[in-house]
């Protein structure tokens, strides 16, 4: 099992910028691909970026352009820019085995609120 934590969110406004981070210990060795997700309120989690051990990258459309997903040891980042009012939910990140099966439990995740 790996545990996760993320951190990093906040309020800001229309075309800002946050960067969330998220710590992962453990088992980190059985870690193929780092995600992120979101969840707004009434809304089903979504997959917003990923990112392999190899740097490889994959964004939801509705992100490209905006958000970039990296990684630094067992740290990995979403820097978020130009966000919009729908950008605003719960975002979490899991780790991945190379199998695709999940290895963490789902946390608290970090608010991202975009708002005048």
């Known amino acids: 099992q790996v545990q996760l934590v993320e951190s990093g969110g906040g309020l800001v406004q229309p075309g800002g910028s946050l960067r969330l981070s998220c710590a992962a210990s453990?088992?980190?060795?059985?870690?193929?691909?780092m995600d992120w997700y979101r969840q707004a309120p009434g809304k089903q989690r979504e997959l917003v970026a990923t990112?392999?051990?190899?740097?490889s990258t994959n964004y939801a459309d509705s992100v490209k352009g905006r958000f970039t997903i990296s990684r630094d040891n067992r740290t990995v980042y979403l820097q978020m820019n130009s966000l919009k009012p729908e950008d605003t939910a719960v975002y979490y990140c899991?780790?991945?085995?190379?199998?695709?099966?999940?290895?963490?439990?789902w946390g608290q995740g970090t608010q991202v609120t975009v708002s005048s």
């Open positions: 899991n780790a991945i085995r190379l199998t695709g099966t999940l290895l963490g439990s």
């Open positions: 453990g088992n980190i060795f059985s870690i193929y691909r």
């Open positions: 990112i392999t051990t190899g740097g």
